[in-house]
Nanobody
């Protein structure tokens, strides 16, 4: 029933910016936390940033100062503003959320990913 749909990926030159969006839909009662992960070719999936329902954020060291995660709770949407993009930011970015749907326990959901390519 619950789905996460990412959007906003694409091709950007080094130093450029992108804004990713992820909208959760379905039989949602509440969302505890949302976040972004990424996976580059040949590498493990890694945490990029998370945000809880109260706005507390956490960032990977590699993106601190460049990326900002934000959340629109009323829309069940999370954003990732990415500035000063580098080639090493190239990856498939996945949205993640911990969601309660009236059927305990809270479940973890994943989007299918959106590709970000940083290249000149």
């Amino acid at each position: 029933q619950v789905q996460l749909v990412e959007s906003g990926g694409g091709l950007v030159q080094p130093g450029g910016s992108l804004r990713l969006s992820c909208a959760a839909s379905g039989s949602i009662v509440s969302i505890n936390s949302m976040g972004w992960y990424r996976q580059a070719p040949g590498k493990q999936r890694e945490l990029v940033a998370t945000i809880n329902s109260g706005g507390r954020t956490n960032y990977a060291d590699s993106v601190k100062g460049r990326f900002t995660i934000a959340r629109a709770n009323a829309k069940n949407t999370v954003y990732l503003e990415m500035l000063t993009l580098k080639p090493e930011d190239t990856a498939v970015y996945y949205c993640n959320a911990d969601i309660y749907t009236n059927q305990p326990p809270v479940m973890t959901y994943w989007g299918k990913g959106t590709l970000v390519t940083v290249s000149s």
